[in-house]
């Protein structure tokens, strides 16, 4: 079965396909597939812009398809930059951009607790969608550490960890983080109707 996953992000894309690894099931990257429309991820929350990705590219290919959305929810401040993670310093802003803006924001502030929370919508050739969810507790860092991963990574160190995510290598961070989580959700949740390929949800 061919399994589609929305994303031209390819640092998510290998995550994806690192953790979400299932015999029969090919992962197709959104960029492989000929004219699929691009998604306006306007949405109000994660949960939303995962189900109109998953919804609308499901519809226009006529197969299941996989979307996520995640986002870095800091406790002080509201839970932001949250939906708007990968916006938060601007509709053009780069990861270090993003990142010095959180630090800026909670330069004078002591509760640095923060979460990753992603929402993985799955759905069908008719666009009929579910979700799962997964998260990773931790705390902001005072300033950028390590050179892998990407996004707000170098910032987030998970609860239990002396670490940011950036400083893990790539096998631990996927076992622990919040797309680790939600992935073994829907593997959970899907894995024997996903083996079976139904024409749509049962």
């Known amino acids: 079965m061919h399994l589609i996953v929305a994303t031209r992000n390819r640092h998510k894309l290998e995550e994806i396909r690192s953790i979400l690894n299932l015999p029969g ?10 004219d699929l ?31 996520d959305d995640s986002g870095l929810e800091v406790a002080a401040l509201g839970g932001l930059p949250g939906v708007r ?7 053009s802003a780069d990861y270090a951009a993003n990142n010095q803006k959180l630090l800026a924001a909670l330069r004078h502030l002591e509760n640095r607790r923060a979460r990753f929370r992603t929402v993985i919508a799955l759905a069908s050739p008719s666009g009929r969608t579910r979700c799962v969810e997964g998260a990773c507790e931790g705390v902001i860092v005072a300033a950028p550490r390590g050179a892998g991963g990407f996004g707000y990574d170098p910032l987030f160190q998970p609860d239990g960890y002396d ?16 797309r680790a989580r939600a992935l073994d959700s829907a593997v959970r949740a899907w894995r024997d109707l996903l083996l079976t390929a139904p024409a749509d949800w049962p």
């Open 25 to 34: 099931i090919a992962l197709i990257a959104a960029d492989d597939i000929p």
């Open 37 to 67: 429309p691009d998604v306006d991820e306007d949405g109000a929350t994660l949960e939303e812009n995962a189900v109109k990705k998953a919804a609308t590219l499901a519809r226009a290919a006529h197969a299941w398809t996989l979307a």
């Open 163 to 178: 670490q940011t995510f950036a400083e893990m290598d790539a096998a631990e961070k996927n076992r622990i983080s919040h």
């Open 85 to 91: 993670s990968a916006r938060y310093a601007g509709a």
